[in-house]
């Protein structure tokens, strides 16, 4: 049964420091408190997210480009966990690729976003008691948070939105929390982590 929280909409994102504006800075890691953290992004590219390099070991290529399935990504996975910088990245993108085409079905959703114009991009954010970082981990990550159809947003740590639900992504760097911005919805995708609200508590994926 798909879970929803109404309500979120931009004064939630406001509210964790979401949304300030500015230019983008071409370290690995950007800080949220009093920094730009939202930026738009013109213009279509391919999804490095799909592409292998070429020096790939040519039996893991194949294996990995035979996955034609989130699952099947997955597992390939289990397989090679050291290989998770490429694998993840096409777990992402096949999995976005799946909902847009079946709809989130069974998925947690968070509805009631207002979404922006624009590429969507890929990033972690990792919160700490002060503040919030936002960490490239994958290829064709960006240090800026965007709310855009697309837009992949891993979560570390603790994460409220408003009054209404808090994230804790607490998987490592091959299973995190992860949501994607499909029109005026934040859609789980994978990773292990909780969601919180008023009505209780739901464990995504393998709880710790």
Do not use: W
């Not at 002060?130 to 709310?147: H, I, N, Q, S």
Request: net charge negative; proline share 5%.
């Amino acid at each position: 049964m798909k879970r929803h929280y109404s309500n979120v909409g931009m004064a939630a994102l406001i509210a964790v420091g979401f949304l300030s504006a500015g230019s983008e800075q071409p370290s690995r890691t950007d800080e949220l408190t009093g920094q730009p953290a939202f930026a738009k992004q013109a213009g279509t590219s391919v999804d490095p997210r799909l592409v292998l390099p070429a020096t790939i070991d040519r039996a893991l290529k194949n294996e990995i480009e035979s996955a034609t399935s989130s699952d099947a990504l997955e597992q390939v996975l289990q397989r090679h966990p050291d290989q998770g910088q490429l694998i993840v990245p096409r777990i992402e993108a096949l999995t976005v690729a799946e909902i847009r085409s079946d709809g989130p079905r069974d998925r947690f959703v968070i509805p009631g976003l207002e979404p922006d114009e624009g590429q969507g991009n890929s990033v972690t954010l990792q919160s700490t008691n002060d503040r919030v970082t936002l960490v490239t981990e994958f290829p064709g990550d960006t240090a800026r948070v965007r709310f855009s159809d697309g837009s992949v947003h891993r979560f570390v740590g603790r994460f409220p939105f408003a009054d209404v639900v808090t994230l804790f992504g607490e998987g490592d760097k091959n299973h995190r929390l992860t949501f994607v911005v499909l029109e005026d919805q934040m859609i789980y995708v994978r990773g292990n982590g909780r969601v919180v609200a008023a009505t209780g508590s739901l464990q995504l994926g393998s709880a710790k």
